[in-house]
């Protein structure tokens, strides 16, 4: 599989790593989840589509995230929304389909508010929107809140390396909620959900789809299914989402 692989400068000493698969159609556009890359299962599955399909698939990572350049603890939905509008902006001609996983669901809704004209249909995978305030924030304890807000940050337990939370990227979060009322998405929209996801609870998913305004929707829950939905199925249901997305 040939890929190409660039750097985009972001004009602050930092640059976005990106790889792609030129070819036909919309590009699909891979937007990944929270201390994920574009390394990961599904942005991988996809990859080898796209080469197989002779479709056109950009992914890359994030500030902070994977070959990118930039410390993940300085990282935020605003900044990791700059990222994507910046790629979208360089590397995409429209129309574009945002393939979004857990947080990259939240990022690609936000793109797809602030360029409308670029987006032509959205796949949300356990989409994480406003998960910072409504996922996160609101099930941490007492102490963990109090740290947070007095020392800046909290160093939250992983199975991997502990990895921080910080008062910046809770009350940024803040800032790019869209779940507390209509979502001005009119482009055609496709979740799937797992029914077993510990992270992103299926009716957090659901009330999102239920925001969005586009009439074109189809929210898909797979009851046997948890957050990463890598099985070969979960990747056989991504990929038919995308296909009928490109028409």
Request: glycine share 8%.
């Given at each position: ?34 201390k ?7 942005a ?6 796209a ?24 990282g ?58 409504k ?23 992983s ?10 990227l ?14 001005a ?54 990929i ?8």
């Amino acid at each position: 599989m040939d890929e190409e692989t660039g750097r985009l400068d972001r004009g602050d000493a930092t640059a976005i790593a990106w790889r792609r698969v030129r070819g036909a159609g919309p590009t699909v556009v891979w937007l990944g989840g929270f201390k994920s890359d574009m390394a990961g299962t599904k942005a991988e599955a996809l990859a080898a589509w796209a080469a197989r399909a002779g479709r056109d698939f950009l992914r890359f990572d994030y500030f902070g995230h994977g070959v990118s350049d930039g410390d993940f603890a300085e990282g935020t939905i605003g900044r990791w929304r700059e990222d994507s509008l910046a790629v979208i902006d360089a590397l995409v001609e429209a129309p574009a389909i945002l393939v979004g996983s857990s947080m990259g669901g939240w990022i690609a809704c936000l793109a797809a508010l602030a360029r409308p004209g670029k987006v032509k249909a959205l796949v949300l995978v356990a989409p994480a929107a406003d998960f910072t305030e409504k996922l996160m924030w609101a099930q941490l304890g007492p102490a963990e809140r109090c740290e947070i807000e007095t020392r800046g940050y909290w160093m939250r337990p992983s199975p991997y390396d502990p990895y921080p939370i910080t008062r910046t990227l809770i009350e940024d979060g803040r800032r790019w909620q869209i779940m507390d009322g209509p979502i001005a998405i009119d482009a055609p929209v496709r979740i799937l959900q797992g029914a077993l996801d510990p992270d992103v609870p299926w009716r957090h998913a659901l009330a999102l789809a239920e925001a969005i305004v586009s009439d074109d929707l189809v929210f898909t829950l797979v009851k046997d299914a948890d957050h990463s939905m890598s099985r070969p199925q979960d990747l056989e249901r991504l990929i038919a989402a995308i296909e009928e997305a490109s028409t």
